[in-house]
């Protein structure tokens, strides 16, 4: 693991020559970064990974000899590392689930690659691009099978290992960042058909990519996975995510409120404002629950939930690519429990109607 004073090394992978250049060039110019190694040839990239040891590896889709797909696979397999997806795929009509099967594979986030492989629109996004993999070289890795299977997580109770709660709930939040997209499909798509109440759903992701996230999530479960709309009540057995840069929030009666305030600590959408949202409207029938992510966000509105008798659970340590949110979240005591995905899904899956 790199030191705090020392550059994130950094590997990057693209069939482009002119990408690789326009990479190089732009993020030389940062000094929290170093390029160990670029390549436009994954198997060469997978050969070099052991040799140049690179904090976070950044790849595309499109490559020849293997696709970043497979790339991500093998890396995953043998030698686990932060993978950060640049791709411009989502601006391409029918590649957006591309994307989300990179993440699923093992990769931990995606950033856009801009249209015009030129240095100008390259620029615009450099520093964001810097920030992202500068906050991925910490994040934990997992070692990943080939063959799909659900992850284990190791329980960890704040106070019970009773997942048998009774279902008094007319809403259940979520909220993930970092890591979220992998974990939201691991339960969504492992949900009974006809889950009793509806679910509301807060994931920060770079720009462009919600609606493919939605529309992967929505073919991975039995339940409708959706964007909330204005004035809209929620209904049972939908999943709800907020449009891309919008607040979600309630009305009085329950009803959506898509909101345009302002970001809450750099976030729109903000799972605080969701969170606070969902105490003030719901109070003692609202179940929430906060994922693996960076920062704190979620954290106070979580404990805003618990003070108006809502349920509340964080994810626990031993199953987040980053234990950042969940970790707020227990200090201050906000989580009633910290549970792996595996038994957050076996707690859903116990209500009944």
Not at 4 to 22: C, F, T
Not at 92 to 100: L, M, N, Q
Not at 308 to 320: F, L, M, V
């Amino acid at each position: 693991m790199n030191g705090k004073n020392n550059p994130v090394k950094v590997l990057l992978v693209d069939d482009s020559l002119v990408v690789l250049h326009i990479l190089k060039k732009l993020l030389a110019q940062y000094p929290e970064v170093e390029i160990v190694g670029t390549f436009t040839n994954g198997l060469e990239a997978l050969a070099a990974i052991p040799v140049l040891n690179p904090d976070v590896i950044c790849t595309d889709y499109h490559m020849p000899a293997i696709d970043g797909h497979e790339l991500i696979m093998e890396i995953m397999e043998r030698h686990p590392k932060p993978i950060l997806v640049i791709s411009s795929s989502v601006q391409s009509k029918g590649d957006e689930e591309t994307i989300f099967t990179l993440l699923d594979a093992g990769a931990v986030d995606v950033f856009p690659k801009p249209v015009l492989q030129v240095e100008d629109e390259f620029r615009k996004s450099a520093a964001a691009l810097v920030k992202k993999i500068t906050l991925l070289a910490g994040v934990h890795t997992f070692k990943r099978r080939r063959k799909p299977g659900a992850q284990s997580g190791v329980t960890e109770s704040v106070e019970s290992t009773n997942l048998n709660i009774k279902n008094t709930f007319k809403i259940v939040g979520i909220g993930a960042s970092t890591g979220g997209p992998q974990v939201l499909a691991e339960i969504f798509q492992r949900l009974k058909p006809g889950f009793p109440d509806p679910i509301v759903c807060v994931q920060h992701i770079s720009e462009g990519f919600i609606q493919g996230l939605v529309e992967w999530l929505d073919k991975a479960s039995p339940l409708t996975v959706k964007f909330a709309e204005n004035g809209d009540t929620p209904k049972l057995g939908h999943i709800y995510f907020p449009p891309e840069d919008t607040h979600l929030k309630f009305d009085s009666g329950g009803r959506f409120v898509i909101s345009k305030d302002p970001p809450k600590n750099g976030h729109r959408p903000s799972v605080d404002v969701t969170f606070s949202s969902i105490a003030q409207n719901f109070e003692k029938n609202s179940l929430a629950i906060l994922l693996t992510g960076m920062g704190a966000d979620g954290a106070d509105g979580l404990l805003q939930i618990k003070k108006s008798g809502g349920y509340t659970i964080a994810q626990n340590e031993s199953s987040c690519v980053v234990y950042g949110m969940p970790k707020v979240a227990a200090e201050t005591g906000a989580a009633k429990l910290l549970l792996s995905p595996e038994d957050i899904v076996r707690l859903l899956n116990n209500f009944s109607n």
